[in-house]
């Protein structure tokens, strides 16, 4: 046999074995690569998707209704590292904010110690917003970077027409609130309002009543309440600063029990036709709600600013697809600069339904 073909069959499983233990190499290294990063997540935890890696900053909630009082709440925490909750890094440290006008100061508030939070501090009724005018949020804490936040008010929004009533027996499929009560109450209450495309809308329902036990709570109270039908979508999150009483089911001897109080927010802009019409739907004597007779429900209609109703969308989305690890993340919107939140002036009408 010829030596120079030989020489070439010897070079080319030379290079062929050459290859081969590159590919084993290549291999190798990405299964241990692999399995370094699984172990590295696994260390840190078993359920954390995304390393919360982030600057802290400071968050705030504060929506203020200017016709009505009582819609005046202002919220500020420290957003904070949730594997260090033993720490206090948490905690707000010579805190102060304040909220002006350009004609000047309206409001300021100081806490000079440590603190965890400000939750749902109330704006005085005495002071003050004129519509049209542009409002200005600071805050500040010893160790965060400054928030702010500029703000006019949003337009006001259609007086709601009542269109129909009516209460009807219902029997639930199991119990939602104390005892076995199957057999409730319900009313429907149908509603309509003018379009107004550039406007966002958040709906809230308040019921005056009172109950067998004469315990009751503070009426008028808002409710819990449904949106039976309607021609416009939306959805329905709870809206930072306001309450709603239920019964306590625990053995703690109290009368009532405090949970936050729901709100139907849509866009202008999905309204089909001149009207939103929405066909609302409030369940009472079920051993959940505070009222066994309801005399009276109020329908507030609140037009709210983009932002606002932005956020709401991005903490009900949130809440919606938290438990789904492959869910896309989502952004919570807002308007604070520097921080996370929003800050948000809002008008309203309101509609009371005499029973």
């Known amino acids: 046999m010829d030596s120079s073909i030989i020489k070439t069959n010897t070079k080319n499983l030379k290079e062929a074995y050459d290859n081969r233990n590159n590919y084993k190499r290549i291999f190798m290294i990405f299964i241990i690569s692999v399995v370094f990063i699984g172990f590295v997540a696994r260390c840190e935890s078993?359920?954390?998707?995304?390393?919360?890696?982030?600057p802290e900053k400071l968050c705030s909630i504060g929506i203020i209704d200017l016709d009505d009082t009582t819609l005046r709440h202002i919220s500020f925490e420290k957003s904070f590292q949730s594997e260090y909750i033993d720490e206090i890094n948490d905690s707000l440290r010579d805190f102060s904010f304040s909220i002006s006008s350009s004609t000047g100061e309206l409001f300021s508030y100081h806490y000079d110690s440590t603190v965890k939070n400000i939750e749902d501090l109330r704006i005085?009724?005495?002071i003050v917003f004129i519509p049209g005018e542009?409002?200005?949020l600071?805050?500040?804490e010893r160790e965060m970077e400054e928030i702010s936040a500029e703000v006019i008010a949003s337009a006001p929004p259609p007086v709601p027409r009542l269109i129909s009533t009516t209460v009807l027996n219902t029997t639930l499929d199991e119990p939602v609130g104390c005892g076995d009560i199957l057999d409730v109450r319900t009313a429907l209450i149908e509603i309509s309002f003018e379009k107004d495309e550039d406007l966002?809308?958040?709906i809230l329902v308040?019921?005056?009543?009172?109950s067998f036990s004469g315990l009751g709570g503070p009426w008028p109270g808002f409710v819990d309440f449904s949106v039976k039908e309607g021609n416009t979508p939306g959805f329905l999150t709870n809206i930072k600063g306001l309450i709603t009483y239920h019964k306590s089911c625990d053995s703690i001897p109290r009368p009532n029990k405090r949970?936050?109080?729901f709100a139907y927010f849509i866009e202008g802009k999905q309204i089909p036709g001149s009207e939103c019409l929405l066909t609302l739907s409030v369940q009472y004597r079920d051993g959940l709600c505070l009222s066994d007779f309801i005399k009276a429900i109020g329908i507030k209609i609140i037009s709210i600013p983009r932002e606002l109703f932005l956020f709401e969308k991005s903490v009900y989305t949130y809440g919606k697809t938290s438990g789904d690890?492959?869910?896309?993340?989502?952004?919570?919107n807002g308007n604070i600069k520097g921080g996370n939140g929003i800050f948000a002036l809002c008008r309203s009408k309101e509609l009371k339904i005499t029973f």
């Open 134 to 136: 542009k409002y200005y």
């Open 200 to 202: 966002h809308y958040a």
């Open 325 to 332: 690890p492959f869910a896309e993340p989502v952004y919570i």
């Open 46 to 54: 078993p359920e954390v998707f995304y390393r919360p890696d982030l």
């Open 124 to 126: 005085p009724d005495s």
């Open 259 to 261: 949970d936050p109080a």
């Open 138 to 140: 600071n805050a500040k």
């Open 206 to 210: 308040k019921a005056w009543g009172y």
